[in-house]
């Protein structure tokens, strides 16, 4: 069953592009998050995505949340994807694709893992859910949302 706004975030760990284990319970009470789920590391839309993402890293920032992409690329995949584009934030594995049914991620065009973000307040609930294959709208969507209920 997919995650909705109103839902507290499940806790979960997985490696992230460091190979350290990454768990969601280390924010909870903290600071908000922007979880982005995303196809795959070095495409055209997902390379947009994380680049503008990047590029508004500072604006997360300064409203206080962290920024995590999810992807079922590998950790060494990952670690190349964040230092070709000078990624900020954290990357988080999900080769076993448990992250996406944890989060009802479906899959788009019933092949492409899909496109979806979620906001976390810091309490953990789930502020947004946003599903769109386009990719830079992800990022104007979050911002709103975090300016609004921050």
Do not use: W
């Not at 230092?83 to 092949?111: E, M, Q, T, W, Y």
């Not at 810091?122 to 609004?148: R, Y």
């Amino acid at each position: 069953m997919a995650l909705k706004v109103g839902d507290t975030l499940p806790n979960f760990t997985a490696k992230d592009s460091n190979g350290n284990i990454f768990n969601s319970q280390d924010f909870i009470g903290k600071q908000p998050l922007v979880i982005y789920f995303y196809p795959k590391d070095d495409t055209p839309g997902c390379t947009v995505q994380a680049c503008s993402f990047r590029d508004h890293y500072q604006e997360f920032k300064d409203l206080g949340a962290e920024v995590i992409g999810i992807s079922s690329d590998s950790v060494q995949s990952h670690v190349r994807f964040k230092s070709r584009f000078n990624l900020p934030f954290i990357l988080l594995s999900d080769n076993d694709r448990k992250l996406r049914k944890l989060f009802g991620v479906a899959n788009n065009f019933l092949v492409l893992p899909g496109r979806e973000t979620f906001v976390v307040d810091g309490n953990g609930t789930i502020l947004m859910v946003f599903n769109s294959m386009s990719a830079k709208i992800h990022i104007t969507k979050a911002l709103e949302i975090l300016k609004k209920e921050l």
